[in-house]
Nanobody
Framework: QVQLVESGGGSVQPGGSLRLSCAYS????????VGWFRQAPGKEREGVAA????????YYADIVKGRFTAWQDGATDTAYLQMNGLKPEDTAMYYC?????????????????????WGQGTQVTVSS
């Protein structure tokens, strides 16, 4: 059973930094993308970053470009999201996702990948 487990969330002041981690319990061979998404209360889940296998550069949402950096460590099957210059509007539950087991109803597209497999999320709160 593949599991995605996020960690690293917390509370920071504006301008602060956090690093989120997403660990695969087992990496499905068919998965080529890892995505970071977030969802604030009352808002739609939105894509933040997509990481690709094979050395392709990550894709970022415009709202986080220049502040967030995403990458994955193939040796440990862990994806990361480094968040710098955090703003109150970055407050949300952050999820990692894989292009794996996309349901028949369809997954969520971001950065050219269709994501259908989700972690449980980790809360990020930015406030003074």
């Amino acid at each position: 059973q593949v599991q995605l487990v996020e960690s690293g969330g917390g509370s920071v002041q504006p301008g602060g930094s956090l690093r989120l981690s997403c660990a695969y319990s087992a990496h499905p061979e068919s998965s080529r993308c890892v995505g970071w998404f977030r969802q604030a209360p009352g808002k739609e889940r939105e894509g933040v970053a997509a990481i690709y296998s094979g050395g392709v550069s990550p894709y970022y949402a415009d709202i986080v470009k220049g502040r967030f950096t995403a990458w994955q460590d193939g040796a440990t099957d862990t994806a990361y999201l480094q968040m710098n210059g955090l703003k109150p509007e970055d407050t949300a539950m952050y999820y990692c996702a894989a292009d794996y087991k996309v349901p028949p109803s369809g997954g969520r597209w971001f950065g050219g990948c269709e994501f259908g497999y989700w972690g449980q999320g980790t809360q990020v709160t930015v406030s003074s």
